[in-house]
């Protein structure tokens, strides 16, 4: 299964480069790139310290170390491109509606700083070393799942609002990563850290793996619907929401708003014009 994986990483790296979807999403290029690079490297790297390969015991210690450093790292690196991807998949989705997509990244960026601070808050720090990497890399993949699934949840609740079709790449996207969050979680609660690998709850887990990458190889390998352009009445509230969210951060002009005047001063003034215009009037009287 761990073969197939690799086999269809590949196969979707390859889809996704010849429709040239990485310009689109130049983040998920890169995490395919990422995913396709590694899985060889820590294949062979697990081969030598289980003792697998002919090597010597100096070998087997060092590929050990290596597979760690290696795994962690590209770990870390995952979640770090998997937050820039749910940015590109929200572009994407909302490209009609720039206001509100201005409006969204910046509710993103505040949404990681959050979460990387609740995540090294969050850290007992009871490992020193190179220990301290699995608690940093599963603290920031659970937080970036998080995200995963409210966006994927925000796309099936606004997709009439939007004219996302669900056939639209950018919800292919998110619809897979949200497949693979879920099997995370389920499978992080009911998985223990003893389980072997040969267990039925692992095959469930890396068949959902694989289900994951087949529907992204779906989607790239279908025909995907013209956008249609975003057509709403002036008066609608998600029109009203993009050009507020449009106005935002913006510093306007100065208006000058100008009081509807008194009725009580209008008529003291005439009064006082009155006046002096009687007592002038009665001033040349008397001169003549």
């Not at 590949?10 to 995913?35: D, E, I, S, T």
């Not at 087997?60 to 290596?66: G, H, K, P």
């Not at 720039?98 to 090294?120: D, E, N, Q």
Request: glycine share 6%; proline share 3%; net charge positive.
């Amino acid at each position: 299964m761990s073969t197939a994986e690799f086999l269809f990483s590949a196969a979707l790296g390859f889809l996704f480069w010849r429709k040239r979807l990485h310009k689109r999403f130049p983040a998920m290029g890169a995490y395919l790139a990422l995913r396709v690079a590694t899985t060889p490297v820590l294949s062979v790297l697990l081969l030598g310290q289980m003792g697998q390969l002919d090597i010597s015991h100096q070998l087997q210690v060092a590929s050990r170390l290596a597979y760690f450093l290696v795994y962690y790292a590209a770990f870390i690196a995952s979640a770090v491109l998997l937050f820039f991807i749910c940015m590109e998949v929200f572009r994407s989705a909302l490209a009609a509606l720039p206001g509100l997509v201005k409006f969204g990244i910046v509710i993103f960026r505040w949404t990681v700083l959050a979460s990387v601070i609740v995540t090294l808050s969050s850290m007992s720090f009871a490992h020193r070393g190179l220990m301290l990497l699995p608690d940093i890399a599963f603290g920031l993949m659970r937080s970036v799942s998080i995200l995963e699934l409210c966006l994927l949840a925000f796309l099936c609740l606004s997709m009439n609002a939007l004219r996302l079709s669900v056939r639209d790449m950018s919800f292919g996207i998110a619809l897979g990563f949200g497949l693979m969050s879920a099997n995370d979680f389920i499978g992080a609660a009911l998985i223990s850290h003893s389980t072997s690998m040969t267990e039925p709850l692992e095959f469930v887990y890396q068949s959902l793996i694989l289900v994951g990458l087949g529907t992204w190889m779906t989607y790239c390998a279908l025909p995907e619907p013209v956008r249609k352009p975003l057509v709403v009445p002036v008066n609608s509230t998600i029109y009203r929401w993009n050009e507020i969210a449009s106005a935002l951060g913006h510093t306007g002009t100065q208006v000058a708003v100008q009081q509807p005047a008194n009725s009580f001063f209008l008529t003291d003034v005439e009064n006082v014009v009155d006046r002096v215009l009687s007592r002038n009037l009665k001033n040349r009287e008397s001169e003549t």
